[in-house]
């Protein structure tokens, strides 16, 4: 069976570097917060292009990090999507502000920035003030930056970027992370940059958020034990931050492998009932996910499975329909009706750097099979 992510390969492919990266970890006598963290957070920060990264505990604390960092909290609401992993909602939530979710344009799958518009000039009766947007970059493609980063100046609020599926991805030529003053990573395992376990990054280049930032993620320490406010504890141990060090320097050849398995897709699409996932003009993406959008879905998925070929489907419940938001999360007019049309179709093929050749070739002709009709 061809796996639709396999983090598992991601080690085994890099695995001398790796154990001996862990070693040097366990060696050294020091597990937080050390010079391990430090070296990945500088040499993220110089790949992004950010005068600071602040390694913490996951993506979902890099987000309340930044939040908090903003000053948005308890009394406040934060305008989000629907379409993202629970986590970009979650973490609005944690740092005690009110999600407003939006719907999406169904044709990259990110925010819909012509109801971002209403929401900001007409908000939802009884909502409190927004003190910021996330901007999710989902399945490894910019959303609209221009038109949102417009909005928001135009109405002076924050913007965070979720960057957690988009490491890497470009839009006019600059990185996803560093188009507005504070973003968010996750180094989940699967994610383009991943750990072995958990991690998160907030990049920015800003002094006073870095400063922040790292104050928070450690009991609101500036100096040892001393809080200066109201910290929590969200660091990144020094046995990932050094197995990220080595996964850092193979992440541009990584996704030069995800984009060429993403053209052998687009190809063996190409003409079919099936269009390949719409590339945003002047962005650059990076394909943590290539997803395609199709009717029958679970029946595809069988006959796929039958041929050996795992699909997965991100996401199949969309937050405000889930037990935990559905009837009390606030929502934009259009009642994110894009967003259930769109869970119920989209559909992830296999994508990681390791799959290969003749697994992309497996896909593909899988794919042909499948789609062509029945006899
Ligand atoms: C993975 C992900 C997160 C959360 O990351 P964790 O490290 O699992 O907490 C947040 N936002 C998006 C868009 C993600 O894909």
Redesign the pocket.
């Known amino acids: 069976m061809i796996q639709q992510a396999n983090p598992g390969a991601g080690y085994l492919e890099l695995k001398p570097e790796i154990d001996a990266a862990v070693a040097r970890a366990l060696s050294s006598g020091w597990y937080i917060l050390g010079g391990e963290g430090r070296a990945f957070e500088a040499e993220f920060a110089a790949w992004l292009g950010t005068t600071h990264a602040i390694g913490c505990g996951?993506?979902?604390?890099?987000?309340v990090l930044a939040l908090r960092a903003l000053g948005v909290g308890p009394g406040q609401s934060v305008v989000t999507v629907s379409h993202?992993?629970v986590?970009?909602v979650a973490?609005i939530e944690m740092a005690g502000a009110t999600p407003v979710l939006i719907d999406i344009d169904p044709v990259h799958y990110t925010m819909d920035p012509g109801e971002l518009a209403e929401v900001l000039a007409n908000p939802p009766s009884g909502l409190a003030p927004i003190g910021a947007i996330i901007a999710?970059?989902?399945y490894g493609q910019a959303c609209d930056m221009p038109a949102i980063s417009a909005l928001a100046a135009r109405y002076g609020i924050p913007v965070i970027e979720?960057c957690?599926?988009a490491h890497g991805a470009t839009l006019g030529g600059r990185k996803l992370g560093t188009l507005t003053a504070i973003s968010?990573f996750?180094?989940?395992p699967t994610?383009n940059l991943g750990a072995l376990g958990?991690?998160?990054v907030v990049a920015t280049s800003d002094a006073v958020l870095a400063e922040k930032v790292a104050a928070l993620r450690q009991y609101g320490w500036k100096t040892h034990y001393i809080s200066e406010f109201e910290g929590v504890n969200s660091r990144l141990d020094e046995i990932q931050a050094a197995i990220l060090r080595v996964k850092l320097t193979h992440l541009d050849a990584h996704n030069a492998r995800r984009q060429h398995i993403a053209r052998q897709y687009d190809t063996a699409l190409a003409g079919g009932l099936i269009r390949p996932p719409a590339l945003r003009a002047g962005a650059e993406h990076v394909f943590?996910q290539y997803v395609v959008r199709v009717t029958g879905r679970a029946e595809l998925q069988a006959r796929l499975r039958a041929a050996g070929i795992a699909t997965g489907i991100h996401y199949p419940v969309p937050v405000h329909l889930q037990p935990a938001y559905a009837g009390r999360v606030a929502m934009g007019p259009a009642a994110c009706a894009e967003t259930a049309r769109a869970a119920s179709e989209v559909m992830s093929l296999p994508m990681y750097p390791q799959l290969t050749d003749a697994q992309v070739e497996q896909v593909c002709e899988g794919l042909v099979a499948c789609l062509s009709p029945a006899v």
């Open positions: 996951n993506g979902t604390d890099a987000l993202t992993a986590a970009t973490a999710v970059h989902l979720d957690s599926q968010c996750s180094l989940y994610k958990d991690g998160g943590h």
